[in-house]
C-alpha cells in the first residue's frame, strides 16, 4: 500500500509503491522486499500480498525525535490486524480524530476506511510491526457465522464506520507470536506457500477472537454447532487427503466443504487438534516416509515435491515428526 510520508519540514518522501493493486487480488503469492534510508531514520518493510490479503511488516529506527505525516495514497477497504512487535508510538488520524496507542507487544483489529495523519516518534527507539490487512469482502466471508465479537465487527464495517475490535489494546500472546514467527519465516513454495499463508492469516484472526472473549472472561464456545459441521470437517479432511498432490487453496476447501474459512479452520483445529496446513503436511510426510523406504526416489526430488524450499527445510520438518532424518530411512 503505497504511503506518503512528510517530514517536519514538508519534505515527502513516497513508501511502498506500486505493489499493492498489481497483487492484492490474484490468486498467487508476491511478495517485495525494501530497504529505506531517510533524513530522520532508516526502516526496512516487507510486503506480501494474495487472494484478498495484504502482509505487511518491518522496522523503523529514529535518527531524532520526530512527527511524521501520513497520507495513504493507494486508499483500498481494508480490516487490519496490528501486532506491535517492539517500540512504543502514537497515530492519530485527521480523518476522523482518533488516536492509536501502539505499545511494544499488544495488538487490535482496526477498520478505518480512510486515513491522514500524523506519527510520533523517538530517537534510538526501535519500531517493529506486523500487520494483515483483509479486504472487506474477504472479512465479510471469514466472519460470517464465527465468533460474536467478530460479526458484530463486521457490522461496523458494513456501515463504513470506523472500528476497533477491543477499546484497549491486548498483549500478543505465544500462540500469536508463534504464528507471525511462521509466517515471516515461510519454508514453503509455490501453491502450498499460498495454502500455508492464508492458513496462518486466518489463524490469528482466530487467536483475536479468542484473546477478545478471554478479556471479558467468555468460556470457549464451540464452532462446530451440529452434526452437519462436523461432517462437513470431514468432508474437508477427506478431500484434502484425495487432492493431497495438487492442494486446494483454504478458501477454495471451504467453498468445496460448504462452509466459510474461520468455521474451516476453527473446526478443524477443533476436531483434528491441527491446523487444515498441519494436516495436509503431516499427511505428506508420512507419505514421503513410505517413499523413503521404498529407495525410489531422492531426498531432494522428495523435498521438491512436497514444496519444501531447501533440502535443509525438509529434513528439519521430517525430523521433528518421526524422529531420525530421511536419510536414515532412505538408507
Same mark, same amino acid.
Given at each position: 500500500?503505497?504511503?506518503?510520508?512528510?517530514?517536519?519540514?514538508?519534505?515527502?518522501?513516497?513508501?511502498?509503491?506500486?505493489?499493492?493493486?498489481?497483487?492484492?487480488?490474484?490468486?498467487?503469492?508476491?511478495?517485495?522486499?525494501?530497504?529505506?534510508?531517510?533524513?530522520?531514520?532508516?526502516?526496512? #518493510?516487507?510486503? $506480501?500480498?494474495?487472494?484478498?490479503?495484504?502482509?505487511?511488516?518491518?522496522?523503523?529506527?529514529?535518527?531524532?525525535?520526530?512527527?511524521?505525516?501520513?497520507?495513504?495514497?493507494?486508499?483500498?477497504?481494508?480490516?487490519?490486524?496490528?501486532?506491535?512487535?517492539?517500540?512504543?508510538?502514537?497515530?492519530?488520524?485527521?480523518?476522523?480524530?482518533?488516536?492509536?496507542?501502539?505499545?511494544?507487544?499488544?495488538?487490535?483489529?482496526?477498520?478505518?476506511?480512510?486515513?491522514?495523519?500524523?506519527?510520533?516518534?523517538?530517537?534510538?527507539?526501535?519500531?517493529?510491526?506486523?500487520?494483515?490487512?483483509?479486504?472487506?469482502?474477504?472479512?465479510?466471508?471469514?466472519?460470517?457465522?464465527?465468533?460474536?465479537? #467478530?460479526?458484530?465487527?463486521?457490522?461496523?464495517?458494513?456501515?463504513?464506520?470506523?472500528?476497533?475490535?477491543?477499546?484497549?489494546?491486548?498483549?500478543?500472546?505465544?500462540?500469536?507470536?508463534?504464528?507471525?514467527?511462521? $509466517?515471516?519465516?515461510?519454508?514453503?513454495?509455490?501453491?502450498?506457500?499460498?495454502?500455508?499463508?492464508?492458513?496462518?492469516?486466518?489463524?490469528?484472526?482466530?487467536?483475536?477472537?479468542?484473546?477478545?472473549?478471554?478479556?471479558?472472561?467468555?468460556?470457549?464456545?464451540?464452532?462446530?454447532?451440529?452434526?452437519?459441521?462436523?461432517?462437513?470437517?470431514?468432508?474437508?479432511?477427506?478431500?484434502?487427503?484425495?487432492?493431497?498432490?495438487?492442494?486446494?487453496? #483454504?478458501?477454495?476447501?471451504?467453498?468445496?466443504?460448504?462452509?466459510?474459512?474461520?468455521?474451516?479452520?476453527?473446526?478443524?483445529?477443533?476436531?483434528?487438534?491441527?491446523?487444515?496446513?498441519?494436516?495436509?503436511?503431516?499427511?505428506?510426510?508420512?507419505?514421503?516416509?513410505?517413499?523413503?523406504?521404498?529407495?525410489?526416489?531422492?531426498?531432494?526430488?522428495?523435498?521438491?515435491?512436497?514444496?519444501?524450499?531447501?533440502?535443509?527445510?525438509?529434513?528439519?520438518?521430517?525430523?521433528?515428526?518421526?524422529?531420525?532424518?530421511?536419510?536414515?530411512?532412505?538408507?
Amino acid at each position: 500500500m503505497a504511503m506518503d510520508v512528510y517530514d517536519s519540514g514538508g519534505k515527502k518522501f513516497i513508501v511502498g509503491s506500486g505493489f499493492f493493486y498489481d497483487a492484492i487480488d490474484k490468486p498467487l503469492v508476491a511478495e517485495r522486499r525494501e530497504k529505506y534510508s531517510f533524513p530522520f531514520g532508516d526502516a526496512e #518493510l516487507v510486503q $506480501i500480498a494474495f487472494s484478498g490479503i495484504y502482509i505487511v511488516y518491518g522496522d523503523m529506527i529514529m535518527k531524532e525525535n520526530k512527527r511524521l505525516r501520513f497520507d495513504v495514497v493507494e486508499q483500498h477497504d481494508l480490516v487490519e490486524m496490528h501486532f506491535t512487535l517492539k517500540g512504543i508510538g502514537a497515530m492519530t488520524n485527521f480523518a476522523n480524530g482518533q488516536t492509536y496507542q501502539f505499545k511494544e507487544n499488544e495488538h487490535n483489529l482496526h477498520y478505518t476506511p480512510q486515513f491522514s495523519g500524523v506519527g510520533d516518534y523517538k530517537k534510538g527507539q526501535q519500531h517493529r510491526f506486523f500487520e494483515v490487512h483483509f479486504t472487506t469482502e474477504y472479512f465479510f466471508e471469514l466472519s460470517k457465522n464465527s465468533s460474536p465479537a #467478530l460479526m458484530s465487527f463486521a457490522e461496523s464495517v458494513a456501515a463504513n464506520k470506523a472500528a476497533d475490535f477491543c477499546k484497549e489494546n491486548l498483549p500478543i500472546t505465544l500462540a500469536m507470536h508463534q504464528c507471525i514467527h511462521e $509466517i515471516m519465516n515461510c519454508k514453503v513454495t509455490g501453491g502450498l506457500k499460498l495454502m500455508f499463508l492464508q492458513s496462518k492469516c486466518v489463524e490469528l484472526l482466530i487467536l483475536q477472537a479468542q484473546a477478545y472473549e478471554d478479556a471479558l472472561g467468555k468460556p470457549s464456545s464451540s464452532i462446530i454447532k451440529t452434526d452437519f459441521d462436523k461432517e462437513r470437517i470431514l468432508f474437508a479432511r477427506d478431500y484434502l487427503i484425495q487432492n493431497a498432490q495438487q492442494p486446494p487453496t #483454504l478458501r477454495e476447501l471451504s467453498k468445496i466443504a460448504g462452509i466459510n474459512e474461520f468455521k474451516l479452520k476453527k473446526g478443524f483445529k477443533e476436531v483434528f487438534n491441527t491446523t487444515v496446513f498441519g494436516f495436509l503436511a503431516d499427511h505428506k510426510l508420512g507419505q514421503a516416509k513410505d517413499l523413503l523406504g521404498s529407495g525410489n526416489i531422492s531426498i531432494k526430488e522428495l523435498a521438491d515435491d512436497l514444496g519444501y524450499s531447501s533440502v535443509q527445510h525438509f529434513s528439519t520438518a521430517f525430523k521433528k515428526k518421526f524422529g531420525v532424518t530421511p536419510g536414515r530411512i532412505n538408507n
